[in-house]
């Protein structure tokens, strides 16, 4: 149930947010398809899930972050490569969670 106290924003604080999204889109059509998330309580943020390493890395090349803002962390048995950058006034974070490779694995006979 909402809480009255605090109104969430309405879908138009969003705008910015899904125009960049939009714009993204028309100028790069071959994009790697993604999981995109625009939230209400982060009208100024776009959150962009891939789940490979070189659909990542198109889209980190395509909005221009620098390579030296990409984190790079293990944890379990996934890698994470995230990066931010921002067209216009919109925050857009670009992520991609995939399985760790061991490198005993790669090199198995």
């Known amino acids: ?7 969430k924003p309405p879908l ?12 993204i889109a ?5 994009l790697p398809g993604a999981y995109v998330v625009a939230h209400n309580l982060m009208p100024d943020r776009v959150d962009v899930q891939l789940d490979t390493p070189s659909a990542w890395e198109s889209w980190r090349e395509i909005l221009n ?3 030296g803002s990409a984190t790079h962390r293990t944890f379990d048995n996934r890698r994470h490569l995230e ?8 925050a857009i974070r670009v992520y991609a969670v995939f399985p760790h490779i061991h ?5 198995a006979v």
Do not use: F, N, Y
């Not at 138009?12 to 714009?23: E, G, H, I």
């Not at 990066?83 to 919109?90: L, N, Y």
């Open 65 to 67: 972050a620098p390579t």
């Open 12 to 23: 138009t604080a969003q705008t910015d947010a899904l125009r960049a999204l939009l714009r």
């Open 103 to 107: 490198d005993t694995d790669a090199g």
């Open 1 to 7: 149930m909402p809480d009255p106290t605090h109104p």
């Open 26 to 30: 028309e100028l790069h059509p071959s």
């Open 83 to 90: 990066c931010v950058t921002a067209v216009g006034k919109t």
